[in-house]
């Protein structure tokens, strides 16, 4: 199983945006403790950002689908930015 089939492949440019976004907030004064919130509103946004540039959005049911993918997708997305930097902070490690 491979994380792009759950990930729109658009939306995998965000994983690097988000993990660069995650080391700004790092340095700021915002407590750790928020950064993957922070990141998960973010990823939400900016997915749902592309989805109503890409998708034509007429009714109900394509409006409550829209959001349904947006919250996914930034879910998966933030998820896996939050991934790939446990996997640098791992490797880092001296063991």
């Not at 199983?1 to 993990?19: A, G, H, N, R, S």
């Not at 700004?24 to 990141?39: F, R, T």
């Not at 993918?69 to 902070?89: D, E, F, K, R």
Request: aromatic fraction near 10%; hydrophobic fraction near 55%; charge should be negative.
């Amino acid at each position: 199983m491979d994380f792009q089939d759950y990930i729109k492949t658009e939306l995998l440019i965000l994983i690097p945006v988000l993990y660069f976004i995650g080391i700004g907030i790092k340095k700021s004064q915002i407590p750790d403790k928020w950064i993957p919130i922070i990141l998960g509103v973010s990823a939400v946004v900016l997915s749902a950002v592309w989805i109503i540039a890409t998708t034509d959005i007429s009714g109900l049911q394509e409006t409550a689908a829209a959001i349904f993918t947006a919250v996914t997708q930034g879910i998966l997305v933030a998820g896996a930015s939050v991934y790939v930097n446990q996997l640098y902070i791992q490797a880092k490690k001296e063991e």
